[in-house]
């Protein structure tokens, strides 16, 4: 194989059209945007114009709403927990918390809290502190032995007591 051998797939490399160049091109004149009109204007074409007719967008009924006050909270099941435990990345004695998770690699950010859900099963004993936790995963820590304690959200300015 030389140099000079190389070359692109065959189709690979397509010429670009190039409109308005007379007739005989077959994309003259008009350049393929038909006759008159608003959508054979450059820059203008309104989006979602349906000819009059009511457009989807207005037709369909409006839902829901965007609660600006909600909290993300970063999810830890049970079952993650006594992996990081098994793995030597939680130390039993302390406790367990939002920067400590993050530390051991187990959460990657904190978010507005973290919230203990209850799938899987938790042998060690540990004292947890999050900002919530699912009734079943509260009664799995201290079932077995470890007690569960729950932290207020931290509240911002202005946010009524």
């Keep these: 194989m030389k ?3 190389i070359a692109d797939n065959a189709g690979s490399r397509k010429k670009r059209m190039r409109v308005g160049r007379g007739i005989g091109s077959g994309k003259g004149k008009t ?3 038909g006759g008159k009109g608003q959508t054979a204007r450059s820059g203008v074409r309104i989006k979602g114009f349906e000819g009059g007719q009511m457009p989807m967008h207005r037709r369909l009924p ?3 709403f965007n609660n600006i006050f909600r909290l993300d909270f970063a999810e830890i099941n049970l079952d993650r927990l006594q992996d990081a435990i098994d793995n030597k990345l939680v130390d039993v004695s302390e406790t ?4 400590s998770l993050v530390k051991a ?3 990657r950010r904190a978010k507005d809290g973290v919230r203990l859900l209850g ?3 938790i042998k060690a004993k540990l004292t947890i ?3 919530g936790a699912s009734k079943s995963a509260i009664a799995a820590v201290e079932k077995a032995g470890g007690s569960v304690k729950i932290l207020a959200p931290a509240k ?6």
């Design 62 to 64: 409006k839902r829901g």
């Design 31 to 33: 350049s393929g945007r």
């Design 96 to 99: 367990v918390n939002a920067e």
């Design 105 to 107: 690699g187990v959460l």
């Design 3 to 5: 140099l000079s051998d």
């Design 129 to 131: 502190e999050v900002h």
């Design 119 to 121: 799938r899987g099963e």
């Design 156 to 161: 911002t300015e202005g946010e009524a007591a």
